[in-house]
């Protein structure tokens, strides 16, 4: 083969090959161009095709909307039964006015497959409202029972300083019980006992605020009020001092809270 022939598996032969381009390929790119031009320039998109649901839903909805023609069979045989438009169906026309609404089922699972679905969907919301019901009414009753404790041990610490500082007044060396008088009084008196320190029995700090919590009850404090109205004829709501227990009794409404609520609030 002579150097003056082409050889066409030759590099020169494929860069020659890059540079030619056919008129139909031209052409081609040049209206693709040229449509994409039309497009961005067409202000008024181009209006999608409906689909055949979609156009099966308009026609039935136009359909369902549109009232009986006065030529139909059926109206011209209402007619020559009495019926007019506008009037209800029967003889002293108090029935329907309107045709009964035609519900088209939308899914396609079995007849009282969707009721019985929203019947449980139903089932769940009311477990719900119940189940936040039920924690409502046990925060209340939780708050109502952490007050009712909050002022029961108000009222029994005030009750044991009281208690304590009349028996202190007429010199009296014991306590009656010894949750009448307060925790820190009773406390001094243990570590002054020579016997319990003797013994080395003495209770610990932790076990004696607990020995002395187990005091705060109701029978406990309505044992106190007791005792200081009975015993000093002082009433632990009103605050004030009888002359004698007749006094006492006039100038009181009751020796509890409950008597008081009215005064106290």
Same mark, same amino acid.
């Given at each position: 083969?002579?150097? *003056?022939?082409?050889?066409?598996? %030759?590099?020169?032969?494929? $860069?020659?090959?890059?540079?030619?381009?056919?008129?139909s390929l031209l052409f081609n790119r040049e209206k693709r161009?040229?449509?994409?031009?039309?497009?961005?320039?067409?202000?008024?998109?181009?209006?999608?095709?409906?689909s055949f649901h979609e156009l099966e839903r308009e026609n039935r909805d136009r359909g369902l909307n549109t009232a009986i023609s006065t030529e139909n069979k059926g109206f011209k045989l209402l007619e020559k039964m009495g019926f007019k438009p506008g009037d209800g169906l029967g003889k002293s026309k108090a029935g329907l006015k309107e045709p009964i609404d035609i519900v088209l089922r939308q899914g396609? *699972?079995?007849?009282?497959?969707? %009721?019985?679905?929203?019947? $449980?969907?139903?089932?769940?919301?009311?477990?719900k409202i119940n189940r936040l019901r039920t924690c409502q009414n046990q925060f209340r009753l939780a708050t109502k029972e952490r007050t009712a404790l909050n002022?029961?041990?108000?009222?029994?610490?005030?009750?044991?300083?009281?208690?304590?500082?009349?028996?202190f007044r007429i010199k009296l060396p014991d306590p009656v019980e010894e949750f009448y008088w307060?925790?820190?009084?009773?406390?001094?008196?243990?570590?002054?006992?020579?016997?319990?320190?003797?013994?080395?029995t003495e209770s610990s700090d932790d076990e004696f605020d607990e020995e002395f919590?187990?005091?705060?009850?109701?029978?406990?404090?309505?044992?106190?009020?007791?005792?200081?109205?009975?015993?000093?004829?002082?009433?632990?709501?009103?605050?004030?001092?009888?002359t004698d227990e007749e006094d006492l009794r006039e100038n009181c409404p009751g020796p509890y809270r409950r008597d008081h609520d009215d005064e106290l609030e």
């Open positions: 083969m002579s150097d *003056s022939e082409d050889d066409y598996m %030759s590099f020169k032969v494929l $860069v020659d090959c890059q540079e030619d381009v056919r008129p161009k040229h449509e994409l031009f039309k497009k961005k320039q067409d202000p008024v998109p181009q209006k999608r095709q409906k396609t *699972s079995g007849v009282g497959r969707e %009721s019985h679905i929203k019947e $449980v969907q139903s089932k769940r919301v009311q477990h002022l029961l041990r108000k009222d029994f610490y005030k009750a044991q300083r009281i208690c304590e500082e009349l028996d307060t925790k820190e009084t009773i406390k001094k008196r243990r570590k002054l006992d020579k016997k319990e320190a003797d013994s080395g919590e187990q005091y705060i009850t109701e029978d406990n404090l309505s044992a106190l009020i007791d005792y200081i109205r009975s015993k000093h004829l002082y009433c632990l709501y009103c605050v004030i001092t009888g």
